[in-house]
């Protein structure tokens, strides 16, 4: 298949364009960040016009829209660019798609369950965001989802759940795992969250399950992740023991900071039953990746 993958140069966006052209498909990248390579294109998605030209030549079969405007303190940090882009720039791509007939494949959020306790269903869990980043992922979501059930498009969301992956960027805006990991390489002190917990989906599994997506025949929403549960605490204990550093040197634990979830469990079965994928890369193992290349 043609497939367009409009936000490419994303710590998820580079992984799944790599598995994607190793599976045969023709993947042509699109990102807001300039580059100078075949089948790449630079574009906004608040901006149509730049899209349309990216539509127009290529016409693909499959567009993955990883681009968004991401993470819970930008999201409040930056209100309105935050609603722009992920409402205003989702839409133009769902108008582009209808009318080029391209499925799209929208990333929504595990955030937009916000602080729902007990396992997350895709189909009778009710979400409730509580930050600005969950509501306008879910907003968008609602928006692919009345497009595809009232005007035709063609369509599939997915919620990831906690993806990682050895050489995503690293920095403080990162996830736990990037951050101890890094943190404690280098002998510095570390935040943890006293109380929370997660399932950690290594990306070599997460771009396995974003390829099968789209061959699916009707309108799904569909949690993308694992269900080895762990602590955040727990993840540090496991981080330390590996580099054999005392824990206690170097962490603060903390309470959970305002507008961020406790607890995300997700509901796996339309995962393993639709789409056929069990997670293969083990946190343990995972770990190891990572810290492999620090």
């Known amino acids: 298949m043609k497939i367009l993958a409009i936000g490419s140069e994303g710590n998820i966006g580079k992984e799944l364009v790599k598995y994607l052209r190793k599976q045969n498909h023709h993947v042509i990248e699109c990102d807001i960040i300039p580059g100078w390579r075949k089948d790449y294109y630079q574009a906004d998605i608040n901006i149509a016009i730049d899209l349309m030209d990216v539509f127009m030549k290529e016409k693909p079969d499959v567009v993955y829209l990883l681009a968004a405007m991401v993470s819970r303190v930008t999201c409040e940090a930056s209100s309105g660019l935050a609603v722009e882009t992920n409402l205003v720039g989702v839409n ?161 634990f903390i309470e959970l900071p305002n507008k961020m979830t406790l607890v995300k469990r997700p509901k796996l079965d339309k995962m393993k039953n639709l789409l056929g994928i069990v997670p293969e890369v083990g946190l343990a193992e995972g770990i190891k990746r990572v810290l492999s290349k620090f």
């Not at 209808?98 to 189909?123: A, C, H, P, R």
């Not at 969301?157 to 890094?182: K, L, N, Q």
């Not at 002998?187 to 290594?202: C, D, L, N, P, Y």
């Not at 549960?229 to 580099?243: I, Q």
């Open 92 to 252: 133009n791509v769902i108008q582009l798609c209808k009318k080029f007939d391209s499925k799209m494949v929208y990333f929504s959020t595990s955030e937009v369950y916000g602080n729902i306790q007990g396992y997350l269903d895709e189909d009778t869990t009710v979400p409730q965001p509580n930050n600005r980043y969950g509501l306008t992922k879910y907003l968008g979501e609602k928006l692919v989802q009345y497009e595809a059930l009232n005007n035709g498009l063609k369509a599939v969301a997915v919620r990831p759940f906690m993806f990682y992956h050895e050489d995503e960027t690293r920095g403080d805006h990162r996830s736990a795992m990037i951050r101890f990991i890094e943190g404690l390489s280098n002998r510095k002190q570390i935040e943890v969250h006293v109380g929370s917990e997660r399932a950690w989906f290594h990306l070599d599994d997460a771009v396995r399950a974003l390829e099968k997506v789209i061959y699916l025949k009707q309108f799904e929403i569909i949690n993308i992740g694992s269900d080895e549960f762990v602590k955040t605490e727990d993840l540090a204990k496991l981080v330390a023991t590996e580099l054999n550093v005392n824990l206690e040197e170097y962490a603060n």
